[in-house]
Structures are given as C-alpha cells and as structure tokens.
C-alpha cells in the first residue's frame, strides 16, 4: 500500500532549507524545536519500503527516488520523518537524505498531499 499523507503545517524555517534544495518532513507530533524545521504532515503508516525508483508526490510536483540513506526507512515508519534532497544524486549525502529527481521544489502548502508511491 502506497504512503498517504496530508499536510497540516510548514515550519517557520522551512523556506531557509528549501534555499539549500532541502525540505525536511516530520509527523504533525514533532516536537516544537523540530517543527519549525519541517513540513509536518498527518500520521500515516508507513509497512513498506521506499526504494530507487519510487515516485514521491509533494505538494504540486512528483519525483523519481534516485537513492534512499539508511536510516530513512525507519524514520519514516517512525516519526514520519525523512529529508528530501532534489539534487537527483545517485548516493545519498546522509543517512536520512531521501535524492529525488524531477523539476524543481514544490511549492507546498497546508492540504496538500505527500505521498510515497511504490513501484
């Protein structure tokens, strides 16, 4: 089953790490310090794997996975909580770096969808 989500509010700080190409996701129960970091978003479960070549929907635009760091899976089952790198690289940069190519960031806002659709 495919990973639905909805989001419920950006962080004060998200548009800093967008500047950077990054966009960071958590559950919508993320502690404050974490909150103003991150795109929260509804509690969904999370019982599969992503993997290289899935597709991530975000807000407007849709995204290839192109390399999973090793602690995204977990964190994402979780907290929700993964960092979305759109730099389309073949290795992540960091355990919880989730390298997505397409065309551009999304523009994001509360009520939009996130979701993770595995092939």
Request: hydrophobic residues 40%; negative net charge.
């Amino acid at each position: 089953m495919d990973y639905k989500t909805k989001v419920t509010k950006l962080g004060e700080m998200v548009a800093e790490f967008a500047d950077q190409g990054l966009l960071i996701v958590y559950n919508e129960n993320a502690p404050a310090e974490l909150a103003e970091l991150s795109i929260l978003h509804t509690i969904a479960t999370f019982d599969q794997e992503v993997r290289v070549g899935d597709v991530v929907v975000l807000g407007d635009k849709d995204y290839v996975v192109t390399a999973v760091g090793s602690e995204v899976n977990h964190t994402l089952a979780t907290m929700g909580h993964c960092t979305l790198c759109f730099n389309g690289a073949d290795q992540a940069e960091l355990p919880g770096h989730l390298e997505l190519e397409g065309d551009g960031l999304p523009n994001v806002k509360p009520g939009d969808t996130f979701e993770i659709l595995f092939t």
